[in-house]
């Protein structure tokens, strides 16, 4: 009997990863964000040039045998990933050299489509202590579709290139890593969990990839980074975590969260998945009557806007794309960008009737 999709919104399943998956209903995941173990390797004691020992990545779940015991350990929770992924959905998994490609390899046998490779370039990396290796910098995130075939998947393109003061969002993110007071810390002053990823990151990861109300599931949930982010944001999460201190933590950092409110947890919206307006529209509605007088924004074309929607100027009539392009002697041109309207002494862009309509939609 698998866990109702009721039971487990909102909730950290503490127990094995692939288990928990596989207990839960199939496609019931908008979003997938992974941070697996990484498989470091690591041999001995850690040591800075004056003796201290640092605070590495040593803890026992991030052991492994061989190449061979992980990639089997990546294909399950993979499959099993895949199997709780909407058809709509998407994959964000996170990792460094040292698991990041092995990842990536069994991602694509297992069907899921790359869109994109992300580079988190750390701002503040942990140098190489032994000189002998250039400073670990930056970690990889890999987003990927469900198939090759997939049709749909939410990309908030203009929402990220908003966050991004309207350059469209590049991928290479510079960012710190998580300390000062946002790293956790247990009753003896320690890292709570030795890899807290940034609530920045996140945040980028979820804005960038889900609507208000999606659920997010997160396998590998530790300190409940995606968790807190997630109801931060209005979407939902479901975390599963094998240790139960862990889950522990992370109840108690979530609970702490406030939601923002729906008009805040809003992102903008692309303009493809906007409904298309007809200027027609905009005239049928009285917003601008037949008779009115669009302009160009330094008043140098005009042209009168007619019962059905169309422009005409001094030699040549059409939709309000092509006259705009024909006063230009141009091929093409955004009719809604170009023609104004005076409202009051001052041009406006007719574009603002367009977001008016569709807002009356909504």
């Known amino acids: 009997m698998g866990l109702p999709i009721e039971s487990a ?7 094995d990863c692939v288990q928990a998956l596989g207990a839960l ?26 003796n201290s020992r640092v605070d590495a990545v040593d803890d026992s779940w991030d052991h492994f045998g061989s190449f061979a ?16 992924l909407k058809d709509s959905g998407a994959l964000w998994v996170i990792g460094s050299y040292h698991n990041i490609f092995r990842v990536g390899t ?27 290796r250039f400073t670990n910098a930056h970690e990889t995130l890999i987003w990927a579709a469900k198939s090759r075939d997939q049709k749909t998947y939410t990309f908030n393109y203009e929402a ?58 997160d396998p590998f949930f530790g300190s409940g980074t995606t968790g ?39 992102v903008t919206k692309s ?13 049928e509605q009285g917003l601008l009557p037949p008779g009115s007088v669009v302009m160009s924004p330094t008043r140098r074309h005009s042209a009168k806007v007619r019962a059905d929607g169309t422009l005409v100027c001094a030699d040549a009539t059409g939709s309000i794309h092509r006259i ?5 002697g141009l091929d093409a041109c955004n009719g809604w960008t170009f023609w104004m309207y005076e409202d009051r002494g001052s041009l406006v862009s007719i574009d603002l009737l367009r977001q008016r309509l569709r807002a009356a939609l909504a």
């Open 69 to 84: 015991d992980y990639d089997r350990f990546t294909r399950d929770w993979l499959i099993a990933a895949r199997r709780a």
């Open 9 to 15: 919104i909102d909730s950290i399943i503490v127990g």
């Open 106 to 132: 069994i991602l694509q046998d297992l069907g899921f489509w790359i869109l994109n490779d992300v580079i988190w370039r750390k701002t503040n990396p942990m140098p190489n202590f032994r000189g002998r």
């Open 25 to 50: 209903p199939e496609a019931c995941a908008d979003l997938i964000f992974a941070d697996p173990p990484y498989n470091l390797q690591l041999e001995g004691e850690l040591r800075r040039p004056d």
């Open 228 to 266: 807190a982010v997630a109801k931060r944001l209005g979407r939902h999460f479901i975390g599963i975590e094998r240790n139960p201190n862990y889950a522990a933590i992370a109840r108690k950092r979530i609970a702490a969260i406030v939601t923002v409110d729906d008009d805040a947890a809003e």
């Open 324 to 328: 705009a392009a024909h006063v230009q």
């Open 271 to 283: 303009k493809r998945s906007e409904p298309r307006i007809p200027f027609g529209w905009v005239v």
């Open 160 to 217: 990220m290139k908003a966050l991004n003061d309207e350059l469209q969002m590049r991928s290479d993110w510079t960012m710190p890593i998580c300390s000062g007071n946002e790293r956790l810390k247990d009753s003896d002053g320690n890292k709570a969990h030795s890899t807290q990823k940034p609530e920045a990151l996140l945040h980028r990861v979820i804005v960038s990839s889900t609507r208000r109300g999606d659920i997010v599931l």
